[in-house]
């Protein structure tokens, strides 16, 4: 696999497609990135008069207010204004979904441990956060609700209607299945971790008007938020966003909170507000990845084909609906992965709890539905004593045959397959496996695992309204660009492939084209960066723009020069008008002379798609990504510590539009998953109070824990079959879910103690703690197996 990833790499150096498309161009931020020069948010010049917002937290999981004295609050030094939610003009609900049911500030009842109740605006921040801790609040408990047992124990209250999706007769196709077995998987949460907190500035206008600059991925979301709260029309509220520093989903609703704070503040004030939250209100206010618990049933037969699944998801979602409804829709929509269930029962618990409202997670639930999918599969491979590798592969789904999900979409181009036969013996998977096995054997405290799990994963908003973009391009006289278009920069390199797409039309150089803000005074009714849908609708969306205005200045250079359209060609050493050769800056400023328009808007919406969520049928995603990872691990039997040795990873992202970025999505997606599955464990006291709030006490990855060996490389040859922007596919979410190959190398690690006759049943986070706890249970197996042994 070594040498063939290193020559990919170099072909992802080289451009593939000349003048701008399909190359490795850098990160339109590189620079700035590293020198420190790139403005974010709390970077941004402070307006005269600027006052700081601070939030006043609850103390409380579940409790009414008896009451409230904050005269101390108010006469703190530096204090300007105390917000409670009897200040709000407009409507005291940022609910993303319409529910109702998340009141901006908290007035009666509080729901969790870190619930805003007030804000304090003040001189300075510091000020801010020392006049917060004077409040005198008097609560009135009320019985708390933590977790998924005690949730379902509590009458199992949902956030959003559950989902069941099926497919054939599940009773029928266990009953008839010559082996059955069931378990559960628990899967915990993660925060976001941004580098970047959450923040926002918001800045009075005249006559109503109110700009807000915030940390958003979902600027017209944020944008009708605060139009909402201070109860005033969308068009008198704009929002603005450059660069985030780092989103993950975490952004796409959480967002909303700070703005609208800061924006109430600065209404009520007339001042400049900012909100800019320490990292232990925002961990303890934001929302995290749903933790979840699958409880499954599996009909299977001797050859480790499955015959029927019967699967329930249950998520902790927190205390509000926010956008756990889609997010266990598509978990659901996950829980098969790569692989055809014949017969299928899959249903979803979107349980509610008094803990923070989750949200978006990079994979949206997906991820969680995945680790379910390749949980079962590990589970029949030790009942039959297969290598998981050739189950995987009994068991994918086919194109023309064993091709219709659980949710009745059609999978037209199954390639999971080839992709796990390719990377198999690219980094010869079974020649390790079986030398692996051979060396535990002698190993006592040391043990090796393997594993190399599929991802196949569905590329839409599940909520179809939301696939669709607009753009805005401009080209003035002297033949340069400027491009803005609706999706957000969080660090992903979708403005860098917006440049490239102009590039490419119009045969430029990349300091000829420039990027703007994201604004909703530019591009209106955008939908939120996530999905991994960013570079496919944005991408189409400039692409229209810039094709409209080529089309005007090709029927232009063709008048007046005396050529035909197509005699008219853009290539990177100008404008080719039959014979001759016109730089684009002299055909711009001839245009606008003739009065030819040279800016145009650009909308696009996804095709295909649909989906109904009463009968749980449909066609959700527009296309599915593919992918596969290789993990190797070794854990420490006296310790639990482990270590990811080697990793290679094969992934689809069609015809890449920038391949050195998209390979860093792949790289940093992995760790990030991989932490998820490893190191990242989110604990809550019994007074619902999260204590792993800060990075002393919430360990994501470090430089140190990214695999020994890496290898990363793009399918080769793979456009993608539908019509995306030059026929790529999305890379965000999908390579998060290569970290599963992590858990299961783990689980393989630990199987040998029990000469793989046995699952371990491995939950997540597989911390040191979890992997010792693992390992004491294979033993206590073995020696019941020896045991046994003795007794016949």
């Given at each position: 696999m070594s040498d063939l990833v290193i020559g990919l790499a170099a072909d992802a150096r080289a451009a593939v497609v000349p003048g701008g498309a399909s190359q490795s161009l850098r990160h339109e931020s590189a620079a700035m990135h590293v020198s420190g020069s790139a403005a974010y948010i709390d970077d941004m010049p402070e307006p005269k008069g600027l006052v700081h917002v601070v939030p006043g937290l609850s103390t409380r999981a579940h409790a009414r207010i008896v009451s409230?004295?904050?005269?101390?609050?108010?006469?703190?030094?530096?204090?300007?204004?105390?917000?409670?939610?009897?200040?709000?003009?407009?409507?005291?609900?940022i609910s993303p979904v319409g529910k109702n049911d998340e009141p901006l500030l908290a007035s009666d009842i509080v729901s969790f441990h870190g619930q805003p109740i007030f804000a304090v605006v003040a001189e300075t921040r510091g000020q801010g956060r020392r006049a917060a801790r004077l409040a005198r609040i008097v609560y009135e408990d009320l019985p708390a609700v933590l977790d998924i047992d005690q949730a379902r124990a509590a009458g199992g209250a949902l956030v959003w209607r559950a989902l069941t999706m099926r497919r054939g007769d599940v009773e029928q196709g266990l009953a008839e299945s010559p082996r059955r077995l069931s378990g559960r998987i628990v899967m915990g949460g993660q925060e976001h971790f941004y580098l970047?907190?959450?923040?926002?500035?918001?800045?009075?206008?005249?006559?109503?008007?109110?700009?807000?600059?915030?940390?958003?991925?979902?600027?017209?979301?944020?944008?009708?938020?605060?139009?909402?709260?201070?109860?005033?029309?969308?068009?008198?509220?704009?929002?603005?966003?450059?660069?985030?520093?780092?989103?993950?989903?975490?952004?796409?609703?959480?967002?909303?909170?700070?703005?609208?704070?800061?924006?109430?503040?600065?209404?009520?004030?007339?001042?400049?507000?900012?909100?800019?939250?320490?990292?232990?209100?925002?961990?303890?206010?934001?929302?995290?990845?749903?933790?979840?618990?699958v409880d499954y049933t599996v009909g299977f037969d001797d050859d480790g084909r499955i015959r029927a699944v019967d699967m329930v998801l249950a998520a902790r979602c927190g205390w509000s609906a926010d956008l756990s409804g889609p997010v266990t829709d598509r978990a659901l929509f996950h829980a098969d992965n790569a692989y055809y269930y014949p017969d299928v029962r899959l249903r979803?618990?979107?349980?509610?709890?008094?803990?923070?409202?989750?949200?978006?997670?990079?994979?949206?639930?997906?991820?969680?539905?995945?680790?379910?999918?390749?949980?079962?599969?590990?589970?029949?491979?030790?009942?039959t004593g297969l290598d998981p590798l050739d189950v995987r592969l009994r068991n994918v789904y086919g194109t023309g045959?064993?091709?219709?999900?659980?949710?009745?979409?059609?999978?037209?181009?199954?390639?999971?397959?080839?992709?796990?036969?390719?990377?198999?013996?690219?980094?010869?998977?079974?020649?390790?496996?079986?030398?692996?096995?051979?060396?535990?054997?002698?190993?006592?405290?040391?043990?090796?695992?393997?594993?190399?799990?599929?991802?196949?994963?569905?590329?839409?908003?599940?909520?179809?309204?939301?696939?669709?973009?607009?753009?805005?391009?401009?080209?003035?006289?002297?033949?340069?660009?400027?491009v803005n278009h609706g999706g957000t920069e969080m660090g992903q390199g979708l403005h860098t492939k917006m440049v490239q797409i102009a590039m490419r039309e119009f045969g430029l150089p990349a300091d000829r084209v420039r990027i703007t803000a994201t604004t909703t005074g530019k591009v209106p009714n955008t939908s939120a960066t996530a999905a991994s849908s960013g570079a496919d609708l944005n991408g189409m969306a400039v692409l229209d723009a810039v094709r409209r205005i080529r089309g005007r200045?090709?029927?232009?250079?063709?008048?007046?020069?005396?050529?035909?359209?197509?005699?008219?060609?853009?290539?990177?050493?100008?404008?080719?008008?039959?014979?001759?050769?016109?730089?684009?800056?002299?055909?711009?400023?001839?245009?606008?002379?003739?009065?030819?328009?040279?800016?145009?808007?650009?909308?696009?919406?996804?095709?295909?798609?649909?989906?109904?969520?009463?009968?749980?049928r449909g066609r959700p995603f527009f296309y599915f990504a593919y992918g596969a990872a290789c993990a190797e691990v070794a854990i420490d039997l006296l310790t639990g510590e482990m270590r990811i040795e080697r990793v290679d990873i094969l992934h689809d992202a069609g015809q890449s539009l920038n391949p050195a970025i998209d390979i860093g999505q792949v790289e940093g997606a992995?760790?990030?998953?991989?932490?998820?599955?490893?190191?990242?464990?989110?604990?809550?006291?019994?007074?619902?109070?999260?204590?792993?709030?800060?990075?002393?006490?919430?360990?994501?990855?470090?430089?140190?824990?990214?695999?020994?060996?890496?290898?990363?490389?793009?399918?080769?040859?793979?456009?993608?079959?539908?019509?995306?922007?030059?026929?790529?596919?999305?890379?965000?979410?999908?390579?998060?879910?290569?970290?599963?190959?992590?858990?299961?190398?783990?689980?393989?690690?630990?199987?040998s103690l029990d000469g793989y006759r046995s699952c371990p049943g491995l939950d997540a986070p597989a911390t040191p703690e979890a992997i010792l706890r693992a390992a004491e249970r294979m033993r206590a197996r073995a020696a019941a197996r020896v045991d046994a042994g003795a007794g016949d």
């Amino acid at each position: 696999m070594s040498d063939l990833v290193i020559g990919l790499a170099a072909d992802a150096r080289a451009a593939v497609v000349p003048g701008g498309a399909s190359q490795s161009l850098r990160h339109e931020s590189a620079a700035m990135h590293v020198s420190g020069s790139a403005a974010y948010i709390d970077d941004m010049p402070e307006p005269k008069g600027l006052v700081h917002v601070v939030p006043g937290l609850s103390t409380r999981a579940h409790a009414r207010i008896v009451s409230m004295n904050l005269d101390d609050v108010r006469a703190a030094p530096g204090v300007v204004r105390v917000l409670t939610a009897a200040d709000i003009p407009g409507h005291n609900q940022i609910s993303p979904v319409g529910k109702n049911d998340e009141p901006l500030l908290a007035s009666d009842i509080v729901s969790f441990h870190g619930q805003p109740i007030f804000a304090v605006v003040a001189e300075t921040r510091g000020q801010g956060r020392r006049a917060a801790r004077l409040a005198r609040i008097v609560y009135e408990d009320l019985p708390a609700v933590l977790d998924i047992d005690q949730a379902r124990a509590a009458g199992g209250a949902l956030v959003w209607r559950a989902l069941t999706m099926r497919r054939g007769d599940v009773e029928q196709g266990l009953a008839e299945s010559p082996r059955r077995l069931s378990g559960r998987i628990v899967m915990g949460g993660q925060e976001h971790f941004y580098l970047e907190g959450q923040a926002a500035l918001a800045q009075p206008g005249e006559e109503g008007e109110m700009r807000v600059w915030s940390s958003t991925q979902h600027p017209t979301e944020t944008q009708h938020m605060v139009a909402h709260v201070l109860d005033r029309p969308s068009n008198l509220v704009t929002t603005e966003i450059r660069r985030m520093g780092g989103g993950f989903g975490g952004k796409e609703t959480q967002a909303n909170g700070p703005a609208c704070l800061a924006a109430l503040a600065a209404e009520l004030t007339g001042r400049a507000a900012k909100m800019r939250l320490d990292r232990d209100d925002d961990m303890m206010m934001t929302g995290k990845r749903h933790d979840f618990a699958v409880d499954y049933t599996v009909g299977f037969d001797d050859d480790g084909r499955i015959r029927a699944v019967d699967m329930v998801l249950a998520a902790r979602c927190g205390w509000s609906a926010d956008l756990s409804g889609p997010v266990t829709d598509r978990a659901l929509f996950h829980a098969d992965n790569a692989y055809y269930y014949p017969d299928v029962r899959l249903r979803s618990e979107p349980l509610k709890t008094n803990t923070q409202s989750n949200t978006a997670y990079r994979g949206f639930g997906g991820p969680q539905g995945i680790v379910a999918a390749e949980r079962v599969i590990e589970e029949i491979a030790f009942a039959t004593g297969l290598d998981p590798l050739d189950v995987r592969l009994r068991n994918v789904y086919g194109t023309g045959t064993r091709d219709l999900t659980p949710y009745h979409m059609t999978v037209e181009d199954s390639i999971a397959a080839e992709i796990m036969v390719e990377l198999a013996e690219g980094c010869a998977y079974r020649a390790r496996r079986a030398a692996i096995r051979a060396a535990n054997e002698d190993s006592p405290h040391i043990r090796r695992g393997i594993a190399l799990t599929p991802v196949k994963f569905g590329i839409s908003f599940t909520a179809t309204h939301y696939n669709q973009a607009g753009a805005l391009v401009h080209v003035y006289t002297d033949g340069s660009v400027q491009v803005n278009h609706g999706g957000t920069e969080m660090g992903q390199g979708l403005h860098t492939k917006m440049v490239q797409i102009a590039m490419r039309e119009f045969g430029l150089p990349a300091d000829r084209v420039r990027i703007t803000a994201t604004t909703t005074g530019k591009v209106p009714n955008t939908s939120a960066t996530a999905a991994s849908s960013g570079a496919d609708l944005n991408g189409m969306a400039v692409l229209d723009a810039v094709r409209r205005i080529r089309g005007r200045l090709v029927a232009f250079a063709a008048g007046h020069w005396g050529v035909p359209e197509d005699a008219v060609r853009f290539l990177p050493d100008g404008v080719h008008v039959g014979e001759t050769v016109v730089p684009f800056p002299e055909l711009t400023k001839a245009a606008y002379f003739a009065r030819v328009s040279m800016s145009s808007n650009g909308f696009y919406k996804t095709p295909k798609i649909s989906w109904n969520p009463d009968t749980g049928r449909g066609r959700p995603f527009f296309y599915f990504a593919y992918g596969a990872a290789c993990a190797e691990v070794a854990i420490d039997l006296l310790t639990g510590e482990m270590r990811i040795e080697r990793v290679d990873i094969l992934h689809d992202a069609g015809q890449s539009l920038n391949p050195a970025i998209d390979i860093g999505q792949v790289e940093g997606a992995f760790v990030q998953g991989a932490g998820w599955l490893t190191t990242e464990e989110l604990v809550w006291d019994d007074s619902g109070r999260l204590r792993t709030h800060a990075p002393s006490t919430y360990k994501i990855p470090a430089c140190s824990d990214r695999p020994g060996i890496f290898n990363v490389a793009l399918l080769e040859r793979a456009p993608n079959r539908e019509e995306t922007i030059f026929r790529s596919k999305a890379v965000g979410e999908p390579p998060f879910v290569h970290g599963v190959a992590v858990l299961h190398a783990i689980s393989d690690a630990l199987a040998s103690l029990d000469g793989y006759r046995s699952c371990p049943g491995l939950d997540a986070p597989a911390t040191p703690e979890a992997i010792l706890r693992a390992a004491e249970r294979m033993r206590a197996r073995a020696a019941a197996r020896v045991d046994a042994g003795a007794g016949d």
